[in-house]
């Protein structure tokens, strides 16, 4: 009996242990804007993997256009939300790589936590989810070792490698280093807003595949205009104040419910108000850009079908 009860003791302790370390081992997220012409992403996931051969290691994307803060910031808030509460994030687009700006890491109060430079990357992660917790990275203490004369490569020496030791339950947030008050660098943008019958808004990205136009402008804003499927809208797009385009589409639910070539209105995935020509290229024919300086204005044309 007494063998039965130190076996069975052994079985339970070695299950405990297999627990806690699965437990332990969380998704590992990279976003840069490196591409993957040459070998820096595969450095970077070479470090992850000697931190932990079990880590599981996904892209977000390596194709930010280059040193692009901005659309950095906006894939991170598009993607986010549908990863687990638990999933790390590294995201490195980081002109100022080797200057006084802060490494940080970022614990949302979902619980994610997000790796990278404190240049306006979390912008929006700070207004949705918000901040639980910021932390300087101590990078004299917390980089990869042998990499000290290396300046110009935070993304393997520093980011991917405190990344990947977060995830594996090897760092414990509160060693990173410092903590910081919880704000982080905000990049200034158009926000949504509503008066008098319009609504105006930012407009963050486009749709790189289809040239599809994105707002900021969101489902529960719009529906101040009460709109229904079949009525026709006047937008009008500005570039730093200037008017680019002005026309008028039709609300509809998807794509194909207006002739191919045709523009329409429409809620994109994220619930985002947003332009597309069916099956066409609405950016490219009407030369639409993106960022902080795009703005697209939309009001109801009354009676109009």
Not at 13 to 27: G, Q, T, Y
Not at 226 to 244: D, M, S, W
């Amino acid at each position: 009996m007494s063998a039965f009860l130190r076996f069975l003791g052994s079985a339970l302790a070695w299950l405990a242990w297999i627990a806690i370390h699965a437990r332990a081992e969380s998704a590992l997220v990279f976003q840069t804007d490196f591409g993957t012409k040459d070998g820096a992403v595969a450095a970077m996931k070479g470090v992850a993997y000697g931190v932990s051969p079990a880590l599981k290691q996904f892209d977000l994307t390596h194709e930010i256009p280059a040193y692009n803060v901005w659309e950095a910031a906006y894939r991170l808030k598009q993607t986010s939300p549908y990863w687990p509460s638990n999933t790390v994030f590294v995201s490195v687009v980081d002109p100022g790589v080797g200057t006084d700006r802060k490494a940080v890491v970022l614990r949302t109060k979902s619980g994610q936590l997000f790796v990278g430079p404190d240049n306006g990357t979390f912008t929006f992660l700070a207004e949705a989810p918000g901040v639980d917790e910021l932390r300087e990275i101590d990078v004299p203490r917390q980089r990869l070792r042998g990499s000290q004369e290396s300046h110009t490569f935070h993304g393997r020496d520093v980011f991917a490698y405190v990344g990947a030791r977060l995830a594996a339950g090897q760092l414990e947030l509160a060693d990173v280093g410092p903590r910081l008050t919880n704000d982080v660098v905000r990049l200034a943008y158009q926000h949504a807003t509503g008066s008098q019958g319009a609504l105006v808004g930012g407009i963050p990205v486009l749709d790189p595949q289809y040239g599809n136009v994105w707002s900021n402008i969101g489902n529960e804003l719009f529906l101040q205009l009460q709109p229904k499927y079949g009525e026709v809208f006047v937008v009008k797009l500005r570039h730093a104040g200037r008017t680019i385009l002005k026309r008028r589409a039709v609300y509809v639910r998807s794509f194909g419910d207006v002739p191919p070539g045709k523009p329409l209105v429409y809620l994109n995935s994220l619930l985002d108000v947003s332009l597309a020509l069916n099956q066409g290229d609405f950016a490219r024919q009407f030369k639409i850009g993106s960022g902080p300086d795009w703005t697209l204005e939309l009001r109801k044309v009354p009676g109009a079908k």
